[in-house]
């Protein structure tokens, strides 16, 4: 048997500094795509010899065309995304520059429909039932009130 692969990804929580509201982005209607449509965080895959801070900024760039600055680790975690196994970091980061525009043009990764600030963590219900690390990651740091 050959070892499987874990794919290894950062998700980006996108603070506004001026009310605390964070920035969700659409992910297209593909088919194949089990998150289809849904609203959550920007996420890049690490490419080799890559490490989460610089995937966090490179996120920034390609997928929303901002100059991004990683903060705190909102933590880890291992599971089936897709069908395949990911162990995906999620951080926190803010704009230094630029204003979100989606989609990018950058070939190769998967290119957002639609992007908006929100303060209610609400809005990652639909992603996390349909699987999304990143928004249950999200959820779970969130305080009760």
Known sequence: MGEVTV??????????????????VRRPDDPGDPLAGAWGFPAVTLAGGEDEATAVVRA??????VALRPGRKVGTRTGIQGGA?????????????????????????????????????????????????????????????
């Open 7 to 24: 794919k290894h990804s950062v998700a980006v929580v996108v603070r506004n500094p001026q009310d605390g509201s964070f920035l969700l």
């Open 85 to 145: 196994p990911v162990t995906l970091s999620e951080y926190e980061a803010v704009i230094t520059a630029g204003t979100p525009s989606v989609p990018q043009p950058r070939a190769g990764v998967t290119q957002y429909t639609a992007w908006r600030w929100s303060a209610d963590p609400g809005d990652l219900a639909e992603a996390a039932a349909r699987g999304s690390l990143c928004a249950r990651l999200f959820l779970e740091d969130v305080p009760c009130d």
């Open 60 to 65: 920034g760039h390609d997928k929303l065309g």
